[in-house]
């Protein structure tokens, strides 16, 4: 009686250390991001750094884009691009393989319908001699039907923690494919954005040309009348060769851009309609930027580098958990007889078995705790790579804001440029006209106001391209 007595105790506190060594896991802790309490200053960009009213990343793309053809193109990229269908197909591989990882704790279950197999053994051999004896015959024949259970108890967390870790690398997959989502938008509309630019450089370029033209005409007349000399028709038709050679450049640029616009889409290269002018073009709102924390839950690639570091500290647990000792049961039961006619005689042909076992590594000690270490200093690398992306993230606002400002102080000293460039030209074409100017005076004004519209184009296109990467950077276009 002492003796069970003592079985008892021993084993019940053998079980109250493993419950206690099983409920001593360290949870997990999300690490903790440094950022700044708002965006690096942009005093003359009127821009909300609030949490009140939140940040433009919240805002799904079809109510930020507003151009219709433009949507389209965003519709359709989303709908067939071929980098982020792959991304939705790694998605559903992370989930079968988080659903698998669900049944780990789930004994295992295995079936043997039938087993029949006949052994002779040598007449000369002690178990030829004792079949000869026992059964008058030299052989003996062996029938069964049985299943077994085995189950492995998870005291340490060591399948919890493969869960766990199987279930951060789904929703990092969710995340990657939000990251291709956003990048692709981006993509999109600053292709449309740069095609539109195009558009303007031919146009631009065009209607300097009827003006370059215009005035050789009118130096052509004068040379023929004795006022001027050759060199300045020369000169006139220089100038006028080099936009020729620029209309080609441009119209290859326009093919070049629309067929890139098309394989983003998941389309054949081919021509991109577009409804609007690049001047007609609105920017779209971007004065709420919110606060730096609000990148911790809009940005997918911030979220990702997150769920990597939870990944990384389960692997931590599963590899720890594997230095020590695993508890196993298991269990068979069935029919078994060496006479087929006896095979299915119950209860007589019924056996069953059950056994507990508790494994400690021995041999391999070393190398699982070297995998224990590596797996910790992955899980410092992933903590590092977190606090970069962060960085990254912040610097990637601020530069766009930055960008954003720059676009704002060019537009409006370009747009006067423009103005008087324009009236230059005017100017210069009356005076010469009157033979109060020269026609290097006339080439002079026209190349600067060429100049000045394709300046305030490009202009324009950083502007609209900044609002684009400040929107992405702040983790907007995959809502």
Same mark, same amino acid.
């Given at each position: 009686?002492?003796?069970?007595?003592?079985?008892?105790?021993?084993? +019940?506190?053998?079980?109250?250390?493993?419950?206690?060594?099983?409920?001593?896991?360290?949870?997990?802790k999300?690490?903790?991001?440094?950022?700044p309490?708002?965006?690096?200053?942009?005093?003359?960009?009127?821009?909300?750094?609030?949490?009140?009213?939140?940040?433009?990343?919240?805002?799904?793309?079809?109510?930020?884009?507003?151009?219709?053809?433009?949507?389209?193109?965003?519709?359709?990229?989303?709908?067939?691009?071929?980098?982020?269908?792959?991304?939705?197909k790694?998605?559903?591989?992370?989930?079968l393989?988080?659903?698998?990882?669900?049944?780990?704790?789930?004994?295992?279950?295995?079936?043997?319908?039938?087993?029949a %197999?006949?052994?002779?053994?040598?007449d000369?051999?002690?178990?030829?001699? *004792?079949? +000869?004896?026992?059964?008058?015959?030299?052989?003996?024949?062996?029938?069964?039907?049985?299943?077994?259970?085995s189950?492995?108890?998870?005291?340490?967390?060591?399948?919890?923690?493969?869960?766990?870790?199987?279930?951060?690398?789904y929703?990092?997959?969710?995340?990657?494919?939000?990251?291709?989502?956003?990048q692709?938008?981006?993509?999109?509309?600053?292709?449309?954005?740069?095609?539109?630019?195009?558009?303007t450089?031919?146009?631009?370029?065009?209607?300097?040309?009827?003006?370059?033209?215009?005035?050789?005409?009118?130096?052509?007349?004068?040379?023929? $009348?004795?006022?001027?000399?050759?060199?300045?028709? #020369?000169?006139?038709?220089n100038?006028r060769?080099? *936009?020729?050679?620029?209309?080609?450049i441009?119209?290859?640029?326009?093919?070049?851009?629309?067929?890139?616009?098309?394989?983003?889409?998941?389309k054949?290269? +081919?021509?991109?309609?577009?409804?609007?002018?690049?001047?007609? *073009?609105?920017?779209?709102e971007?004065?709420?930027?919110?606060?730096?924390?609000?990148?911790?839950s809009?940005?997918?690639?911030?979220?990702?580098?997150?769920?990597s570091?939870? #990944?990384a500290?389960?692997?931590?647990?599963?590899?720890?958990?594997?230095?020590?000792?695993?508890?196993?049961?298991?269990?068979?039961?069935?029919?078994?007889?060496?006479?087929?006619?006896?095979?299915?005689?119950?209860?007589?042909?019924?056996?069953?078995?059950?056994?507990?076992?508790?494994?400690?590594?021995?041999?391999?000690?070393?190398?699982?705790k070297?995998?224990?270490?590596?797996?910790?200093?992955?899980?410092?690398?992933?903590?590092?790579?977190?606090?970069?992306?962060?960085? %990254?993230?912040?610097?990637?606002?601020?530069?766009?804001?930055?960008?954003?400002? %720059?676009?704002?102080?060019?537009?409006?000293?370009?747009?006067? $440029?423009?103005?008087?460039?324009?009236?230059?030209?005017?100017?210069?074409?009356?005076?010469?006209?009157?033979? *109060?100017?020269?026609?290097?005076?006339?080439?002079?004004?026209?190349?600067?106001?060429?100049?000045?519209?394709?300046? $305030?184009?490009?202009?324009?296109?950083q502007?609209?391209?900044?609002?684009?990467?400040?929107?992405?950077?702040?983790? +907007?276009?995959?809502?």
């Amino acid at each position: 009686m002492k003796s069970n007595i003592r079985s008892y105790t021993n084993f +019940g506190a053998f079980a109250a250390l493993l419950t206690l060594a099983s409920c001593s896991v360290q949870k997990y802790k999300a690490p903790e991001a440094e950022l700044p309490e708002s965006f690096r200053d942009t005093t003359q960009l009127d821009v909300a750094q609030d949490s009140t009213q939140g940040s433009i990343a919240k805002i799904p793309y079809r109510e930020f884009f507003t151009d219709p053809t433009l949507l389209s193109l965003i519709e359709n990229g989303v709908k067939n691009n071929n980098d982020l269908k792959v991304s939705i197909k790694q998605i559903e591989s992370a989930a079968l393989s988080y659903n698998r990882s669900k049944w780990g704790n789930v004994p295992n279950v295995n079936l043997n319908i039938a087993t029949a %197999s006949i052994s002779r053994p040598s007449d000369n051999s002690m178990n030829g001699q *004792m079949f +000869g004896q026992m059964l008058g015959q030299r052989y003996i024949e062996d029938y069964g039907t049985n299943i077994s259970i085995s189950w492995e108890a998870d005291i340490w967390g060591k399948i919890k923690g493969r869960k766990e870790s199987a279930l951060a690398a789904y929703l990092q997959t969710q995340e990657a494919a939000k990251a291709v989502q956003t990048q692709l938008v981006a993509q999109i509309a600053q292709g449309y954005y740069n095609l539109l630019m195009l558009d303007t450089q031919l146009d631009i370029t065009n209607q300097n040309l009827t003006l370059v033209n215009n005035t050789l005409r009118m130096i052509t007349k004068q040379q023929e $009348l004795g006022i001027t000399t050759s060199l300045s028709v #020369q000169q006139q038709e220089n100038t006028r060769d080099q *936009m020729l050679v620029t209309i080609p450049i441009i119209e290859q640029s326009i093919t070049i851009q629309e067929n890139a616009l098309s394989i983003l889409t998941g389309k054949m290269p +081919g021509e991109i309609q577009r409804t609007l002018k690049l001047t007609n *073009m609105e920017t779209p709102e971007y004065r709420s930027v919110g606060i730096p924390t609000e990148l911790l839950s809009y940005r997918p690639d911030v979220k990702n580098s997150e769920l990597s570091v939870r #990944q990384a500290f389960a692997n931590v647990k599963v590899s720890k958990a594997s230095m020590y000792p695993a508890f196993n049961i298991t269990a068979q039961g069935g029919l078994n007889t060496f006479n087929f006619k006896n095979w299915f005689d119950i209860p007589g042909s019924l056996f069953g078995a059950a056994a507990g076992s508790l494994a400690m590594p021995l041999i391999n000690g070393k190398q699982l705790k070297t995998q224990y270490e590596q797996s910790k200093i992955a899980m410092e690398q992933s903590e590092i790579n977190f606090k970069q992306t962060v960085l %990254s993230a912040v610097g990637e606002v601020s530069n766009a804001l930055a960008n954003i400002e %720059s676009a704002d102080k060019q537009e409006v000293i370009t747009v006067g $440029l423009v103005a008087r460039s324009d009236k230059a030209v005017t100017i210069s074409t009356k005076l010469f006209q009157q033979d *109060m100017a020269t026609y290097l005076d006339v080439i002079t004004a026209q190349n600067n106001k060429l100049q000045a519209e394709l300046s $305030l184009a490009n202009i324009k296109l950083q502007k609209l391209n900044s609002v684009v990467d400040l929107y992405r950077a702040l983790g +907007g276009g995959w809502q």
